[in-house]
């Protein structure tokens, strides 16, 4: 299932009008589609001790695993920054994890527009293989 990337935009602005950023001040909201039509929003989470910091892609995940969804087709994620922002390594990993096919939408300050494949983002993720048995 689609929907309209400005449906998601709108989502993602208004999760990011939430985000707790007291440290770096730099706000951040993500709008994650469910397979199933759902949308699930994310902001991040600061904490004074930086390496606990919930990232906005991480949070709508949580909050889609949660309900029950573990398969995504679009995100639309928006940043402070003038430009557009990619989602960082750890964020990679993880929508890698329930979304390989995922097409992804930033959009910056400034109105410029750039988009991904999680393909494009992430061309060799990691992936569980259990050890061989000897």
Same mark, same amino acid.
């Given at each position: /299932?689609?929907?309209?990337? #400005?449906?998601?935009?709108? @989502? @993602?602005r208004? @999760? &990011?009008s939430?985000?707790? =950023?007291?440290y770096?001040?730099?706000?951040?909201? $993500?709008?994650?589609?469910g397979? +199933?039509?759902?949308?699930?929003?994310?902001? #991040?989470?600061? #904490?004074? +001790?930086?390496?606990?910091? /919930?990232? @906005?892609e991480?949070?709508?995940?949580?909050?889609?695993?949660?309900?029950?969804? &573990?398969r995504?087709? &679009?995100?639309?994620?928006?940043? *402070?920054?003038?430009a557009?922002? +990619?989602? $960082? %390594?750890?964020?990679? &990993?993880?929508? #890698?994890?329930?979304?390989? !096919?995922?097409?992804?939408?930033?959009?910056?300050? !400034? %109105?410029?527009?750039?988009?991904?494949? /999680?393909? *494009?983002?992430l061309? =060799?993720?990691?992936?569980?293989?259990?050890?061989?048995?000897?």
């Open positions: /299932m689609t929907v309209d990337w #400005n449906e998601l935009a709108a @989502a @993602a208004d @999760a &990011q939430k985000a707790y =950023a007291p770096s001040r730099f706000h951040v909201g $993500c709008a994650l589609l397979e +199933s039509g759902v949308i699930y929003k994310g902001c #991040n989470v600061e #904490n004074a +001790s930086y390496g606990v910091t /919930m990232c @906005a991480r949070g709508a995940i949580s909050c889609a695993v949660v309900a029950g969804e &573990q995504f087709t &679009q995100l639309v994620l928006v940043t *402070d920054a003038e557009p922002e +990619s989602p $960082c %390594g750890a964020c990679r &990993q993880v929508l #890698n994890e329930f979304a390989p !096919d995922l097409s992804i939408l930033s959009l910056g300050v !400034d %109105g410029t527009e750039q988009r991904w494949t /999680m393909t *494009d983002l061309p =060799a993720p990691f992936e569980f293989r259990p050890p061989v048995e000897t």
